[in-house]
């Protein structure tokens, strides 16, 4: 293999595809990089077996071939060189690596070592603007589960329905649901297709939509899910199992409904907030007619409380919230006023936005 490719864009597409390789593996192959070069493309492929990403690059090949690399030393690599162009030369087990009058001679793998990547077989496919699902997981996905909750809710649920894509996210104790309207010239599903993405992968698909502008193409079979944005392919598995019936509970009515100024609220939080402990981690709401005080007591610490006048015509009650997950919420707001639906102090509380729900339970007094 010898190829010339410019390292400013040897830089891009490693950090494209550098997901896979990030987590810890005792699979050297894993953590590596497999360059293809044939004809007038040079392809770069990462996988850990659940994540598979491909990125290509068209560009005159001097000698085809292949290279498998560890993907660390390289990218380091990459970054400290000068600008030009970048000559990679395969040789036996080195990759020769020059541009200009720096040279690196780094060990590669054997080839053979890295996963047969699976092609595509057949599947159905649906354009999304990438604006579109990459709000969509901003406004999701830091609701999944990581930490001592069920493994079917350390990914974010994808459900394809007629004309409508929607996304679902919790992790048992706040959830957030959004719904969008395929893109036009879309045709429908004819039956409803769902599956779990797990979070790496929600994440590596965010990170590679942003401020990206062309359509992509989202390909479902039973075993991989393919986002497909032209030059660069994301391939993942989806967690197995069914997700718990989050349609129940979706308020089909209104509560008791508190309206507020959304940064006052949120700095309030973070005001009281600054009295939790892993211990303490609640914060009371006192909500009575126009009024609210926030307020918290901490043993060994001491208390803290803030009213704010508020537009309420509810029922007086008492409840108490982990600020951190309120705060959460009203980040992905815009609008200068936010309300919220209260049930009681048993039932979560609930916002409400065009095509958008957030569901959050209360702590346990």
């Known amino acids: ?29 894993l953590g590596s990089v497999l360059i293809e070069a044939k004809k007038d493309i040079i392809k770069f492929v990462t996988t850990d077996l659940d994540i598979t990403i491909t990125t290509y690059i068209k560009n005159k090949v001097k000698s085809p071939g292949k290279a498998l690399v560890p993907m660390r030393r390289f990218i380091s690599i990459a970054r400290e060189l000068p600008e030009g162009d970048v000559t ?3 040789l036996k087990n080195i990759l020769l690596i020059k541009c200009g009058k720096v040279e690196f001679k780094i060990n590669t793998l054997k ?15 649906i354009k999304i603007l990438p604006e579109v699902l990459e709000e969509m997981i901003r406004l999701t996905s830091f609701c999944v589960g990581y930490e001592d909750v069920n493994y079917i809710l350390s990914g974010v649920l994808f459900e394809l329905e007629k004309n409508k894509i929607k996304l679902v996210a919790t992790d048992g104790k706040r959830l957030s649901f959004v719904t969008r309207d395929f893109s036009k010239n879309q045709a429908g599903v004819e039956e409803k297709i769902s599956f779990i993405l797990p979070s790496k992968a929600v994440g590596e698909v965010a990170r590679i939509t942003k401020e ?11 075993k991989n899910i393919e986002f497909d944005l ?34 006052a609220f949120m700095a309030s939080l ?4 600054l009295l939790t402990t892993t211990e303490y981690q609640g914060v009371k709401l006192n909500l009575k007619k126009n ?5 918290k007591t901490t043993p060994q610490l001491g208390e803290a409380k803030e009213e704010i006048e508020v537009n309420y015509q509810g029922q007086t009650m008492e409840i108490e919230f982990n600020p951190n997950y309120f705060i959460d919420i009203l980040k992905q707001i815009n609008e200068p006023e936010v309300t919220i639906d209260f049930f009681g102090t048993e039932k979560p509380a609930v916002v409400k936005r065009e095509n958008h729900i957030y569901l959050l339970l209360p702590m346990k007094t």
């Open 270 to 273: 973070k005001r009281i907030g």
């Open 111 to 125: 080839e053979e070592e890295f996963p047969k990547i699976q092609e595509k077989k057949e599947a159905v496919t």
């Open 291 to 295: 009024k609210m005080m926030v307020y």
């Open 230 to 263: 032209q030059e660069t392919k994301i391939i993942a598995r989806p967690i197995e199992g069914d997700f718990p019936n989050y349609s129940q509970y979706l308020p089909k009515k209104t509560g008791d409904q508190l309206t507020i100024n959304r940064e």
């Open 212 to 222: 990206r502008q062309e359509p992509l193409y989202l390909s479902f079979s039973e």
């Open 88 to 90: 990679l030369e395969k």
């Open 1 to 29: 293999m010898n190829i010339t490719i410019n390292r400013r864009e040897l830089v891009e597409k490693l950090k494209s595809v550098t997901g896979p390789t990030t987590t810890k593996q005792d699979f050297l192959a």
